[in-house]
């Protein structure tokens, strides 16, 4: 979003937050086209952006589909879908759980591939270090953590004072 004058000459207000909320979409956009360019290199097949954004909030044991579209804000067919091509590229299996519902787990190759990038992470993680320094870094993943809390509250109904 533009914070120049609009074609009606409506004003528009310079936010920090907007700026803030633009600039860690491309942090996000960059790093994970750069591991996955980096996985894919490395023999990984299929590893989208997108597919990283998926396996990224899976944890490392059993998964349920209504957890993760809770947590991603998709519907369980999405993730079905996702999981099922997932599980024909060999990072995910399932599994009977409780219930009808069906566990998901990663195979030895999808914790490789989570093993791996989260070694390309820690290569980035050295790299700025020496860019801008360990504490500028652990000062900004505060800072962004603080700010999601903020945002947490406002999403709850919370208002500004």
Not at 45 to 67: I, Q, R
Not at 99 to 112: C, S
Request: hydrophobic share 40%; glycine share 8%.
């Amino acid at each position: 979003m533009s914070t120049r004058l609009t074609k009606n000459n409506t004003p528009m207000v310079d936010s920090d937050t907007l700026k803030l909320v633009l600039g860690a979409a491309q942090v996000h956009e960059l790093t994970a086209r750069y591991l996955s360019r980096c996985l894919s290199d490395r023999g990984y097949l299929s590893v989208t952006p997108a597919m990283l954004n998926f396996l990224s909030v899976l944890d490392c044991g059993v998964n349920y589909a209504s957890e993760i579209a809770r947590t991603l804000g998709v519907s369980r067919q999405m993730v079905a879908k996702t999981v099922k091509e997932l599980c024909a590229n060999g990072y995910l299996q399932q599994e009977q759980g409780i219930g009808k519902q069906k566990q998901i787990l990663f195979t030895e190759t999808g914790e490789l591939l989570i093993s791996d990038a989260r070694q390309i992470l820690a290569n980035i993680d050295q790299q700025l270090g020496v860019k801008v320094g360990r504490e500028s870094i652990i000062d900004t993943v505060q800072g962004l953590a603080d700010i999601s809390a903020l945002l947490a509250q406002l999403d709850d109904g919370d208002n500004l004072v």
